[in-house]
């Protein structure tokens, strides 16, 4: 027997469901797969480093091998969270700069950062942010985000040179 309220019900939650699981923005997915790409260095870099180098620095005033480490974690949460509209205060971060701990970071923010970026839509990624003392899109303010994780990718490259180690994916090269 054809029942109008259960077509209509079943019909809602198709709707809600389907919704659901909208296509990701396309420019949401290269991002993830440039965070994948920068973790997947960093991550290696990190674990490649002796214990001993990560109190390591080229001069004073300047960040050791873990807190460049920590830092690139903490800063993933800090950007993320202007994206999102919230503030993420990285002036009382007193994280330690162990080798243990930073590679923990890194690997909890990266995945935080991956996991809040995914729900983003269209809508979000057009948003306008300030950071910095400038207006972003969150779209713009991503690539600034990768261009970061970039920038103390290179760094820790120099550090892990000027220690003796070769940057993994270079040796098997």
Aim: net charge negative.
């Amino acid at each position: 027997m054809f029942n109008v309220k259960r077509v209509l019900v079943l019909s809602a939650l198709i709707f809600i469901n389907a919704s659901a699981f909208a296509e990701q923005p396309i420019f949401v997915k290269e991002f993830m797969g440039q965070v994948d790409f920068v973790k997947g260095r960093l991550m290696q870099l990190a674990d490649a480093m002796p214990e001993e180098s990560y109190s390591w620095t080229p001069g004073e005033g300047v960040r050791s091998v873990g807190e460049v480490y920590v830092h690139a974690a903490e800063a993933n949460y800090y950007m993320l969270s202007l994206m999102k509209g919230e503030k993420f205060d990285m002036s009382s971060s007193k994280s330690k700069a162990d080798k243990k701990t930073a590679l923990s970071l890194m690997e909890k923010s990266f995945g935080d950062l991956k996991e809040s970026v995914a729900q983003f839509t269209d809508e979000d990624l057009n948003r306008e942010i300030e950071a910095f003392g400038m207006k972003f899109s969150v779209r713009n303010f991503m690539v600034t985000v990768i261009a970061h994780l970039h920038e103390h990718l290179g760094q820790s490259i120099a550090y892990a040179r000027m220690n003796g180690v070769t940057p993994p994916w270079s040796a098997q090269e």
